[in-house]
């Protein structure tokens, strides 16, 4: 999961020809998951099994689905995979130049198992005795070797792909409706080292207002915006969460800071926002109305007097470091079985 700041142009290092994180607090992140599909082909597929008396070896990749994400924070790798994986195999008993065929399932393969609990079962698609003593014989060798081959995945995940990491490409956002005003006032705006220049005494100000549903109840998307655990482990880092009206919060390391107005249980949650390098001492107004449908729950966010400089910056921020990394994290962009 990247880290919220991407969309400022001052935060941005995909411009810089050495791709440098420059800000403290940034994070980055590639997709992975094309990658990895291809790098598990070209691990397992070839690969030999043998047993006493029978020996296999792996001919195709059937079925692979789901992803893999790579994030970049503060020089730290963050590596999230999940994958359902099926091999087919071609075997034989050694005295015996006949083959069988089965296949390989592969189950639970994420970062949240460890390699050695991973469920790994074989099968014999062939009927009869042949089949089932092929599949019996190499069933401890065939665990074995897969354990190994995916434990080979997951260090080039982290050492081979993560050489790559780049961040994405700065038009990459989500247009939402917006409108802007003026707003005149005397301000001091934070530079890239911390220190106070004062910019320009005046600067204008703009809404967003935006639709997203979530595959969780209003009580779930309630408390994973207002409850410290659920808070920290969708923004993946420490954070101070005082959930009563008037009670302060600071996220993302306190790059985003506020105090809540209002709180209605599961039905609304209105704050002052500000990110740390606005206008010193502007806060913006966040108004987020919670609807629990039949099969979703629905949000309707409307952000007012974000300053403009800071609107895609914001816009981006909303997306993707706070409803995209909580289904993510959270489970909720699908249904938990």
């Known amino acids: 999961m990247a880290k919220?700041?991407?969309?400022?142009?001052?935060?941005?290092?995909?411009?810089?020809?050495?791709?440098?994180?420059?800000?403290?607090?940034?994070?980055?992140?590639?997709?992975?998951?094309?990658?990895?599909?291809?790098?598990?082909?070209?691990?397992?597929?070839?690969?030999?099994?043998?047993?006493?008396?029978?020996?296999?070896?792996?001919?195709?990749?059937?079925?692979?689905?789901?992803?893999?994400?790579?994030?970049?924070?503060?020089?730290?790798?963050?590596?999230?995979?999940?994958?359902?994986?099926?091999?087919?195999?071609?075997?034989s008993l050694k005295y015996d130049d006949s083959d069988v065929e089965g296949y390989i399932e592969i189950h639970n393969f994420s970062e949240d198992h460890d390699i050695n609990d991973i469920k790994i079962r074989v099968h014999s698609e062939t009927n009869g005795a042949k089949g089932e003593v092929i599949r019996d014989a190499i069933q401890e060798a065939c665990v074995e070797v897969i354990r190994k081959n995916l434990k080979e995945y997951v260090t080039s995940l982290k050492e081979e792909f993560a050489n790559e990491l780049i961040l994405p490409a700065k038009d990459n956002v989500q247009k939402d409706m917006f409108k802007c005003k003026k707003s005149?006032?005397?301000?001091?705006?934070?530079?890239?080292?911390?220190?106070?220049?004062v910019k320009s005494d005046i600067f204008e100000t703009c809404e967003i207002s935006n639709t997203e549903t979530f595959k969780c109840t209003a009580q779930e998307f309630y408390l994973a915006m207002t409850l410290k655990e659920l808070v920290?482990?969708?923004t993946q880092s420490n954070c101070i969460l005082e959930t009563e009206e008037g009670g302060r919060f600071e996220l993302f390391d306190g790059n985003v800071q506020g105090y809540f107005t209002k709180l209605v249980p599961y039905r609304l949650i209105e704050q002052k926002w500000r990110f740390r390098t606005w206008p010193e001492g502007h806060f913006s107004n966040v108004s987020i109305d919670i609807n629990e449908r039949s099969d979703c729950t629905e949000i309707n966010i409307h952000h007012k007097d974000i300053p403009k400089d800071f609107l895609?910056?914001?816009?981006?921020?909303?997306?993707?470091?706070?409803?995209?990394?909580?289904?993510?994290?959270?489970?909720?962009?699908?249904?938990?079985?």
């Open 184 to 197: 005149i006032e005397k301000i001091k705006l934070f530079d890239e080292t911390g220190s106070k220049t």
């Open 4 to 91: 919220w700041g991407k969309g400022d142009p001052r935060w941005l290092v995909e411009d810089r020809p050495d791709a440098k994180n420059v800000n403290n607090w940034h994070w980055s992140e590639k997709n992975a998951s094309y990658w990895s599909k291809e790098k598990l082909k070209k691990i397992f597929i070839g690969a030999k099994i043998q047993d006493e008396i029978a020996q296999c070896v792996i001919v195709e990749m059937t079925k692979c689905e789901g992803d893999a994400i790579v994030n970049n924070r503060k020089s730290k790798l963050i590596v999230f995979y999940d994958w359902v994986i099926e091999f087919k195999w071609i075997g």
């Open 232 to 234: 920290q482990a969708f």
């Open 312 to 337: 895609e910056f914001t816009r981006e921020g909303w997306k993707k470091f706070y409803w995209d990394s909580m289904k993510r994290i959270l489970g909720f962009g699908s249904f938990l079985l």
